[in-house]
T-cell receptor
Framework: SAVISQKPSRDICQRGTSLTIQCQVD?????MFWYRQQPGQSLTLIAT?????????ESGFVIDKFPISRPNLTFSTLTVSNMSPEDSSIYLC?????????FGPGTRLTVL | DAKTTQPPSMDCAEGRAANLPCNHS???????VYWYRQIHSQGPQYIIH???NNETNEMASLIITEDRKSSTLILPHATLRDTAVYYC???????????????FGRGTQLTVWP
């Protein structure tokens, strides 16, 4: 298994600002992912965070809006840029140490 | 990945077994059945997975029918803390680029009452 922590656990932000979410894993993992869960909805994959290269984004998500860093095998950040109220969601980091996927506790973001 | 069908909600008395069904009639031979749960506002928690044999761990049991078209997650002695949304997902178990793409449907809201 893997122990995943995220910072911050929650935040309230003003429209037009940006927030960077951190994800820390207790072991080195090759595959790390970022998900979004909008209110009342299921999880949606945003992107795959690749160590040493640019992230791979899913359809509907772009790097300018959600820049991702992956400086090493235990850490990644997701930035939500130029926020609007529609970005209010829970953002989740996820890893696959071997062949089972585990999720972090999530960051609850509210944009006013 | 194959689609799954789950009832939107179920309830269960505390201390009794909770049996959560899932239909996956289009499952392929190399697809595994995974179960996760999500307690309100927290990240999804892995519960168990299996291919064709029944599986048991400290959290739950997974019963997969012989034709693999459906499965049941069993929580043997439900507690109030088991109240959550339970997701049944079928996917290929590999290390390829699709591994992170777990597509969660609506799941089953299980409510355990005192």
């Amino acid at each position: 298994s893997a122990v995943i922590s995220q910072k911050p656990s929650r935040d309230i932000c003003q429209r037009g600002t940006s927030l960077t979410i951190q994800c820390q894993v207790d072991s080195q993992v090759t595959m790390m992912f970022w998900y979004r869960q909008q209110p009342g909805q299921s999880l949606t994959l945003i992107a795959t965070a690749n160590q040493g290269s640019e992230a791979t984004y899913e359809s509907g998500f772009v790097i300018d809006k959600f820049p991702i860093s992956r400086p090493n095998l235990t850490f990644s950040t997701l930035t939500v840029s130029n926020m609007s109220p529609e970005d209010s969601s829970i953002y989740l980091c996820s890893v696959v140490p071997i062949d089972t996927q585990y999720f972090g506790p999530g960051t609850r973001l509210t944009v006013l | 990945d194959a689609k799954t069908t789950q009832p939107p909600s179920m309830d269960c008395a505390e201390g009794r077994a909770a049996n959560l069904p899932c239909n996956h009639s289009t499952i392929s031979g190399n697809e595994y059945v995974y179960w996760y749960r999500q307690i309100h506002s927290q990240g999804p928690q892995y519960i168990i997975h299996g291919l064709k044999n029944n599986e048991t761990n400290e959290m739950a049991s997974l019963i997969i029918t012989e034709d693999r078209k459906s499965s049941t997650l069993i929580l043997p002695h439900a507690t109030l803390r088991d109240t959550a949304v339970y997701y049944c997902i079928v996917r290929v178990r590999d290390r390829g680029s699709t591994l992170g793409r777990l597509y969660f449907g609506r799941g089953t809201q299980l409510t355990v009452w005192p």
